[in-house]
């Protein structure tokens, strides 16, 4: 979607439609993990062909916003620091894919309670305040490559665990190298009794 430049302007001189933000709330790993996934999604691409994901870009989506007002932020900041998540690890130990777009991934086979707890207490307060989501469960993965040519093989997979210590706030930005993603916002999440 553009900026709107010039939408909204008609007979009567209405105003321009207000500038928005491509937003999304995910976990976001650190350097080690971003690294061990990265190295996951080569390993991937050179089995399956497409285009992995730059480790910049690695992450893994808790909720979608999509095309937001920018003078959203701040209340969607105010949100996210009333959440009181618990730290967990999230163990990576299953890779799938999804033919129709031909998306490999990365994820749990169990959900950790935590994660689970952090996702819904998140949508359940975005909806309560108005912020329109998409109507399907929430299915953690981490996307490692786009326009795979095949699935990939069925073989075991060396578990990567992840210590999830807080959750984030993204902008997606695109540009003509492609989307940039962009952290507005960091929330810790509480160390357990």
Not at 105 to 118: D, N, Q, R, V
Not at 126 to 153: D, I, K, Q, W
Not at 156 to 185: C, D, K, N, Q
Request: hydrophobic share 45%; proline share 6%; net charge positive.
């Amino acid at each position: 979607m553009d900026s709107g430049e010039g939408a909204g302007e008609g007979a009567g001189g209405a105003a321009r439609q207000e500038p928005g933000l491509r937003l999304f709330f995910a976990l976001w790993p650190d350097s080690a993990t971003s690294a061990a996934l990265h190295a996951r999604a080569r390993t991937l691409q050179a089995e399956c062909g497409g285009r992995a994901m730059r480790r910049d870009t690695i992450h893994l989506t808790l909720a979608f916003l999509g095309d937001t007002p920018a003078r959203e932020v701040e209340r969607l900041q105010a949100l996210a620091a009333q959440l009181e998540g618990e730290r967990f690890a999230l163990v990576l130990d299953h890779v799938g894919s999804w033919k129709r777009n031909r998306v490999l991934w990365t994820g749990p086979s169990i959900l950790p309670p935590a994660l689970a707890a952090l996702a819904q207490d998140l949508e359940a307060r975005l909806r309560v305040a108005g912020f329109a989501l998409e109507e399907r469960a929430f299915s953690p993965h981490v996307t490692l490559v786009r326009t795979a040519r095949v699935a990939p093989a069925a073989a075991p997979l060396t578990p990567l665990r992840w210590r999830v210590a807080s959750f984030v706030l993204v902008a997606s930005e695109r540009s003509a190298a492609g989307a940039h993603y962009r952290v507005i916002g960091r929330w810790p999440l509480q160390q357990r009794g």
